[in-house]
């Protein structure tokens, strides 16, 4: 088993930036990709950003480079920076890990990122 635990979330201006953090922990070997989904309330969970072990990253056609994906391997963690951010980024994060992809074995608990107007 895989625990993920984000961090990061909160409430911040448009135009603004945050960075979520997800630390993985648990059976580290079952991973071979990590990302980040989102859902916004009365819509369905989309991917916001994946990296397979190893670094190719995939992106939701809706970040347009606002967005980007990192990783420490020697904490275990990845990182979602998010810049010039929209009220429509409003939504709850969840950190992803597995073995396929894209990344959908283990969940964490989710952040909540509220963006105002």
Request: net charge neutral; aromatic share 10%.
């Amino acid at each position: 088993q895989v625990q993920l635990v984000e961090s990061g979330g909160g409430l911040v201006q448009a135009g603004g930036s945050l960075r979520l953090s997800c630390v993985a922990s648990g059976s580290i070997s079952d991973i071979n990709a990590m990302g980040w989904f989102r859902q916004a309330p009365g819509k369905q969970r989309e991917l916001v950003a994946a990296m397979r072990g190893g670094g190719s990253t995939e992106y939701g056609d809706f970040v347009k480079g606002r967005f980007t994906i990192s990783r420490d391997n020697a904490k275990n963690t990845i990182y979602l920076e998010m810049n010039s951010l929209k009220p429509e980024d409003t939504a709850v994060y969840y950190c992803n890990a597995g073995r396929g992809w894209p990344p959908h074995d283990y969940w964490g608990q989710g952040t909540q990122v509220t963006v105002s107007s």
